[in-house]
């Protein structure tokens, strides 16, 4: 110490080395002498640690335990330091208590130091030196109440009086920013404990200008955790991965800063570890896993034995162990998983907050064990051991016992609790266990303060056991609240690519949803499920495009409001989408509570939907692994018609040979196309038809009657506008009847309100590349484009260079016809990049999202003469983001797209049909979809056994 120069970032290190050798030897000899200078220098500690240093608190106990001794030896109270008053003392015995409190959970010692740090904080008049000081004591000490019993009150009382205890500290002094850094602790525990996003956006906007404000200082590593560490909660709230990629990017530099300073590394190695297994989850990269397993790893090695925070490390340390096997099926990996949540409860008291999750998290460990759910069912040799299945389910009741006070984890537990019951009705035929399981399930979705992806997976969670255990009145409950939390899991705090990951996460709920609800007779929830589970993004979008007139009539200023809000969501903003979210939901709330204004923006009501069927039914084809429905929806209501022979593993199955199938040559695909369209009459087509009396081919003078169709899920991708046995001379659906598909109800109540009755010449975009870069040449794009031009005088013509994504872009708003003769291109992996390949599409395609960001006034039909318009991944098919539907959101109330490529060749001929049909019909576009079933009839019989010519083409909307 003597060669240590004063203000070295050293002294404090060597203190403490040199107290524990005064200590050690003190305890050896027992001189007054030894006692008297570790009292000096654990006096001395106090003083120079900074309050909101992680050693502040062990320098406390040490020294609360060295007086002790002192009175004991002597009789004598140890003395104050020179200079400090009454207010002082407080204020440390207070931070002291509540110190040693996390060491004994004795919880008088944490009422004694709230009772010393209020007297303080009364006695430190305004402007005094060491308010601030005293202040973060009584606050922490509310805090840790907070925390530790679920005090909400403690927790607001705390953020309050931290807030103080910052505001009265001067911008320059050294404690200022560790008062920050308090207080984005103290927000993110109220948030935890309440639920309420508002606190956490609160804490980050704190913890980042505490960051900032220390950059290149000692207290830049906490500062740079602490931010860290609420970003991660924000990701967790609102599944944004941008804001998860920044938590990690702040503990990394956090963790490599504080890689000299042993006080506080463990715990940064912890959060990083906790965010590298949220960002493994999310991206599948098996080199993160590797990495959070060794920062879980390393944290708990760092920690001793006698940590208060070694349990909720070595619980950790179990969850990303626990990930390992399910990724690798490692079942080491799993058996070290147990070990370390063994030990994580072993080392928590039972009356810690934390004892219910890492009690239920080792549950959920050994249920895996057991189980092997990574493991195919017909592969798992052996039964579960029901020994320690029994634990499991023991533990699991055990956890749920003591009511959860943090809002925040409440679905996670209660869900982890209902999967380890779960298994005990499986494995142990525990009935009790089920009815708890279900309880425990419906609790967590309808835990308010909880994420909503927590809830939503306790919902399907709910309807998966309900239909299980053949209870589907219950599963329909289930599967209808976490379809009714969709809209708020990839609400609009979300980008694009976010929002579909989530969606995509549950993708098929509305169906099990819908299944469920016919499975006790209960067509209209199914209709109005399917309504609300799919095409969630489309729906958000339409709902910035609605009839505002009204509104404008009764409050132009909501009116206006409303409008630049949806408005920028639909830009690429640089502003905090949560805040923006946040005001459009308070924007929605104020017009809600205008007379008349109620239903403002709700789901639509079933006389809406019937409404739609005037000109003819809409039908849901209803896929899901509990049961095939067709719903049929006329102005008279809502029928259902069992389907039998088909199944979701069957969809799968043919989505798959078909795709498969272009793979392998013409002739192979011309095979799968036609068996695929006469499983599609057998299964589907003509039970419905059947159902509808449309038995029969319309007389020939008369009118044809239409039918809208509305696959669910991955048929949306399958033929279906095409069904019957066209090789045979058998039964053909466009012998019957003009299709049409939509992917909602709502979807075609869009695209009629934008229909209008225009027999003018028709204001045409024409866009042909017939040389693409970096793409196959198009010679018939040419040829459509020719004779469009001189079809239709005046249309404007885009041809090659001169179609750039800007040039169509300028070109669209003035058009009320398009016409693309292009290459597409679908992007599996994010359908809202898919794109019409236009000159620079390398640099600046033409994407779905510029698309559907459009509002075109005049817009009425348009043509997509160009490869998978009409398809998008299987995982999100119930979103239909592709080209087509992008075309339909813009504006265009009629759409013709395609579900494969079509051969160049034959391009032209089919576009010369359609708009030789729509020119000489008076009334234009009105009746495009005629138009379409003339001319897929005409290719058809001209090309019988080449369906992949006839039946890729779709119509869609009015």
């Given at each position: ?5 004063a ?46 240093d992680?050693?502040?608190s062990?320098n ?12 004991a ?54 402007g ?25 009150a ?6 309050i ?30 948030f ?37 560490v ?36 463990a ?20 080199s993160?896993l590797?990495e ?21 490390r ?5 969850g ?27 080392a928590?008291p ?59 984890s409440r ?12 298994l ?5 035929g ?14 967590a ?22 239909a299980?255990?053949?209870q589907?009145?219950v ?22 690519e976010d929002?579909?990951y ?35 993004l ?14 404008r ?15 920028e969501?639909?830009?690429d ?67 259902s ?6 199944s ?21 695909a ?7 369209l006469?499983?599609l ?56 009847v ?5 992917p ?33 040449d ?10 469009l ?6 249309a ?12 169509v872009?300028?070109?669209?708003p ?17 359908p ?46 119930d ?22 490529r079509?051969d ?33 009839r ?21």
């Amino acid at each position: 110490m003597e060669l240590t120069p004063a203000g070295s970032a050293d002294v404090l290190d060597r203190l403490k080395i040199l107290a524990y050798l005064l200590d050690d030897r003190y305890r050896a000899r027992g001189a007054r002498d030894d006692l008297a200078e570790l009292l000096l220098v654990r006096q001395t500690l106090v003083a120079h640690t900074p309050v909101t240093d992680p050693r502040h608190s062990q320098n406390l106990v040490e020294l609360t335990t060295t007086e002790r001794a002192w009175t004991a030896l002597t009789g004598e109270r140890p003395k104050a330091t020179p200079g400090w008053e009454r207010a002082d003392t407080e204020a440390e015995a207070c931070g002291r208590y509540a110190a040693e409190f996390e060491q004994t959970r004795d919880s008088d010692l944490l009422e004694r130091a709230i009772e010393l740090g209020r007297s303080a904080a009364a006695a430190t008049p305004a402007g005094h030196p060491s308010r601030g000081v005293r202040l973060d004591h009584f606050a922490t000490a509310l805090a840790t109440r907070g925390e530790a019993f679920g005090d909400r009150a403690a927790l607001a009382e705390a953020v309050i009086i931290e807030r103080e205890a910052v505001a009265c500290t001067s911008a320059g002094h050294p404690l200022r920013v560790q008062f920050m850094g308090n207080l984005a602790v103290n927000l993110n525990a109220l948030f935890h404990a309440t639920g309420d996003l508002a606190h956490l956006m609160d804490a980050i906007d704190v913890a980042r200008r505490a960051a900032e404000a220390t950059a290149g200082q000692g207290d830049h590593p906490r500062s740079l955790g602490i931010l860290a560490v609420v970003l991660h909660k924000r990701f967790r709230v609102t599944g944004e991965l941008q804001v998860l990629s920044e938590a990690v990017d702040r503990a990394r530099e956090s963790v490599r800063l504080g890689a000299r300073l042993v006080a506080g590394q463990a715990q940064r190695l912890s959060n990083l570890g906790a965010m590298l297994s949220d960002l493994f989850t999310r991206t599948g990269d098996a080199s993160v896993l590797d990495e959070a397993i060794d920062a879980h790893r390393a944290a708990a090695d760092v920690t001793a034995d006698d940590d208060p925070g070694r349990a909720v490390r070595l619980a950790n340390l179990g969850g990303v162990l626990g990930m390992a096997y399910e990724k690798f099926g490692d079942r080491n990996a799993l058996r070290d998983a147990i070990a370390a949540r063994r030990a994580s409860v072993a080392a928590t008291p039972q009356d810690s907050p934390h004892w219910p999750g890492h009690t239920a998290s080792l549950a959920a460990a050994l249920g895996d064990w057991c189980t092997n759910p990574v493991v195919p069912a017909a592969a798992r040799r052996e039964p579960p051991d029901p020994q320690v299945l029994a634990e499991a389910v023991g533990l699991a009741r055990s956890a749920v016992q003591r009511p959860e006070q943090d809002a925040y984890s409440r679905a996670g537990l209660l869900t982890r609790v209902a999967n380890v019951l779960a298994l005990g009705f499986r494995h142990l035929g525990d009935g009790d266990a089920l009815t708890e399981a279900l309880g425990y399930y419906r609790e967590a979705a309808a835990s308010a303060g909880s994420p909503a992806e927590s809830r939503a997976e306790a919902a399907d969670r709910w309807g998966d056991l309900a239909a299980e255990a053949g209870q589907f009145d219950v599963a329909a409950e289930g599967y209808a609240a976490a379809v009714r939390l969709l809209p708020r899991l990839a609400g609009r705090r979300l980008g694009r690519e976010d929002a579909q990951y989530w969606l995509g996460r549950f993708a098929g709920v509305a169906a099990d949803a819908a299944a469920c609800a016919l499975a006790v007779g209960d067509e209209v929830s199914a209709v109005t499920l399917l309504e609300s589970g799919r095409c969630v993004l489309a729906a958000q979008t339409l709902d910035s495009r609605g009839d505002l007139s009204d509104l404008r009539e009764r409050a132009p200023e909501l009116a206006e409001r409303f409008r630049t809000l949806t408005a920028e969501f639909e830009t690429d903003t640089a502003s905090d989408r949560v805040a923006l979210a946040d005001e459009l939901d308070a924007v929605t709330d104020r017009i809600r509570a205008l007379p008349g204004m109620e239903r403002f923006l709700r789901p639509p009501l079933l006389t809406d939907l019937t409404a739609q069927a005037h000109e003819g039914p809409i039908v849901y084809v209803n896929v899901s692994r509990h049961r095939c429905d067709a719903l049929i929806i006329t102005p008279d209501g809502v029928r259902s018609r069992a389907l039998d022979r088909l199944s979701e593993e069957t969809v799968s199955h043919r989505v798959r040979a078909l795709h498969t199938a272009f793979t392998k040559g013409r002739l192979a695909a011309e095979q799968a196309i036609h068996d695929t369209l006469e499983w599609l009459w057998d299964t589907i087509v003509g039970p419905v038809l059947g159902e509808l009396g449309l038995t029969a081919e319309p007389a020939a003078d008369g009118p044809w009657p239409r039918i809208w169709w509305a696959p669910v899920g991955p048929l949306s991708l399958l033929p279906l506008h095409a069904a019957g046995h066209h090789r045979d001379g058998g039964p053909v659906l466009l012998d019957r009847v003009v299709s049409s598909t939509t992917p909602t109800i709502r979807a075609l109540g869009h695209a009629r309100a934008g229909r209008r009755d225009d027999r003018n010449e028709p204001r045409l975009l024409v866009v042909a590349m017939p040389h693409t870069p970096d793409a196959p040449d198009l010679p018939g794009a040419q040829a459509e484009a020719d004779h469009l031009a001189a079809l239709i005088p005046g249309a404007t013509v885009l041809v090659g260079a001169d179609a750039t994504r800007d040039a169509v872009l300028d070109a669209l708003p003035a058009s009320g016809w398009a016409h693309f003769a292009c290459h597409g291109y679908s992007d599996p992996d994010n359908p809202s990049d898919s794109h019409l390949a236009l000159h620079d599409h390398d640099r600046a395609p033409l994407r779905v999202l510029d698309l559907s960001r459009l509002r075109l006034r005049n817009a009425e039909f348009a043509f997509l003469s160009a490869c998978d318009t009409a398809r998008t991944t299987a995982r999100l098919s119930d979103e239909a983001i592709h080209p087509l539907a992008a075309f339909q959101i813009a504006g265009f109330s009629q759409v013709v797209g395609t579900l494969w490529r079509v051969d160049d060749v034959v391009a032209p001929a089919f576009s010369q049909q359609l708009y030789g049909e729509l020119i000489a019909d008076r009334s234009g576009a009105l009746c495009a979809s005629a138009a379409v079933h003339r001319t897929v009839r005409q290719l058809r019989a001209k090309y019988p056994n080449l369906p992949s010519v006839w039946a890729a083409h779709v119509h869609a909307g009015a």
